[in-house]
């Protein structure tokens, strides 16, 4: 069984928030979202693998993002989670955007597929 790594999924989350940076998010996840994903954001709001890939296509671009104190676990023969601090920022938004992330991973036909992100807020 190939199980899968640290390495891999910060690759695939770099991937994912360089998407993000080029406005390009919608066309990202619509390749690597499992058919039942879902995300959980900050705000409260969940959203369905359809309404991620419509909302992110066009959306105003990150200009810049770090990725922190990330932790992985392994969780099955093909399932994994990720879970990181990102710090991001955006010409639009006054302060940084600054939460904990988490990122459950299935193996699919060989490659990773992100099945749950969630968002948790960080009070200063």
């Not at 199980?3 to 998010?25: I, M, N, P, V």
């Not at 200009?63 to 969780?75: G, M, R």
């Not at 093909?78 to 010409?91: E, F, G, I, Q, V």
Request: aromatic share 10%; hydrophobic share 40%; glycine share 6%.
């Amino acid at each position: 069984m190939n199980h899968f790594t640290t390495e891999e999924l910060l690759e695939a989350e770099h991937a994912g928030w360089q998407s993000l940076c080029e406005s390009s998010g919608g066309t990202f996840y619509g390749r690597i979202l499992t058919d039942d994903a879902v995300f959980v954001l900050v705000n409260g709001m969940t959203m369905s693998r359809e309404q991620v890939i419509d909302s992110l296509d066009g959306a105003p671009a990150w200009e810049t993002y770090t990725i922190e104190d990330e932790q992985f676990i392994h969780l099955s023969d093909d399932a994994a989670a990720l879970t990181y601090r990102a710090t991001a920022t955006r010409s639009d938004l006054p302060t940084p955007f600054t939460a904990l992330m988490s990122s459950v991973y299935r193996r699919i036909e060989g490659k990773p597929r992100l099945a749950l992100y969630q968002q948790t807020a960080v009070s200063d």
